[in-house]
């Protein structure tokens, strides 16, 4: 039975009641008017035109170039990463204008991760799983490609998990890694890209990354400072969580964690070289290197601000907290 002379009670965990909260963080308010006003339409990248200068490079540099946006894809599959907080985040009545701009990364993301398969596609159609290799190299290309997206199936699942781990501020915080890895390719790839579509694609992405980076700050100033010692740690393990997971696309396939074909990174480097001659502007490793690196350090610059220790990354020979133990369950994967 009811009883209609009382309030309901609401479950936990539930998108009810409503609430409305327009007066906290104005900064990420004045961040989700700014994600309108910069939509842009990925159907308004001139893919005929791309699908022209295709049909004039050599099979394997097209091959190059598709399989390069097929790597960044296991990570651009980002829509259900944020769709999923988005849900976490009305079920948990966190912010009203943090649920808000987080359903606009939602959107981008969906976006970021069609310009992948529009630019797959009009290079190499079909490829990775509707192709038919003609050599070895070929099919140890879609093979790689198939294992990374195998170890995003992993990391999904690990992600998942991650909400009855971690706090909504720690999840939040961890994206921070993500959003520099991204705002830092994007821009490096547009400076370098000779193809035009391609140019175009990568600046549009970066202001939108640079829009989810200035989230990641807004989120470090108003919850780090109200953590305590232990949740600061969490954060400190994302980061170098983080690092593992986007060290594939951003400098080299780490050895932790991925589990990957042994000739992995010969093949992927060969593939890059191929994009790379193509037009595609793939950074050097040793550019690749120090774009990383800087990014890393912008992230450790940052949370150091508000306490929170940065992870040793001795890949990159960056000195720091010793992070032990991290595994699939620790990862929250966000690009």
């Not at 990641?216 to 994302?238: F, I």
């Not at 690092?243 to 890059?272: A, G, N, Q």
């Not at 890949?315 to 032990?324: H, N, P, Q, R, T």
């Amino acid at each position: 039975m009811y009883d209609y002379s009382k309030d309901p009670e609401f479950p936990p965990e539930s998108i009810y009641p409503l609430d409305w909260d327009f007066d906290t963080s104005p900064q990420t308010w004045r961040l989700y008017s700014r994600a309108k006003r910069e939509q842009w339409d990925e159907d308004q990248i001139d893919w005929a035109k791309l699908e022209e200068i295709a049909s004039g490079l050599e099979r394997k540099q097209r091959l190059g170039v598709a399989y390069w946006w097929c790597v960044l894809a296991t990570f651009d599959n980002a829509a259900p990463v944020f769709g999923y907080a988005m849900v976490k985040s009305h079920e948990r009545h966190i912010p009203t204008a943090y649920r808000s701009f987080i359903s606009t990364i939602t959107f981008d993301e969906n976006r970021h991760c069609m310009v992948c398969g529009r630019a797959s596609q009009c290079m190499f159609k079909g490829f990775p799983r509707g192709f038919k290799p003609q050599d070895e190299l070929e099919r140890k290309a879609a093979r790689n490609v198939l294992w990374t997206w195998y170890n995003g199936a992993r990391y999904w699942n690990a992600y998942k998990e991650a909400y009855n781990k971690y706090t909504f501020d720690v999840l939040l915080t961890s994206f921070m890694m993500g959003e520099a890895a991204a705002t830092t390719i994007f821009s490096e790839m547009g400076d370098g890209a000779k193809i035009p579509q391609f140019k175009q694609v990568f600046r549009q992405i970066s202001l939108d990354e640079t829009r989810h980076y200035a989230f990641t700050h807004v989120l470090l100033q108003d919850n780090l400072p109200k953590m305590d010692e232990s949740r600061k740690m969490m954060v400190t393990k994302q980061i170098r969580a983080g690092f593992i997971f986007l060290s594939l696309i951003m400098y080299r396939p780490p050895k932790d964690f991925w589990k990957l074909p042994h000739d992995y990174e010969e093949v992927h480097f060969k593939m890059e070289d191929l994009a790379r001659d193509a037009g595609l502007g793939v950074p050097s490793l040793e550019e690749k290197e120090k774009a990383w690196r800087e990014a890393v350090l912008r992230v450790g610059a940052a949370v150091s601000k508000y306490g929170v220790k940065f992870p040793e990354i001795p890949e990159l020979g960056i000195s720091g907290e010793e992070v032990e133990g991290v595994s699939e369950e620790d990862v929250i994967p966000v690009f």
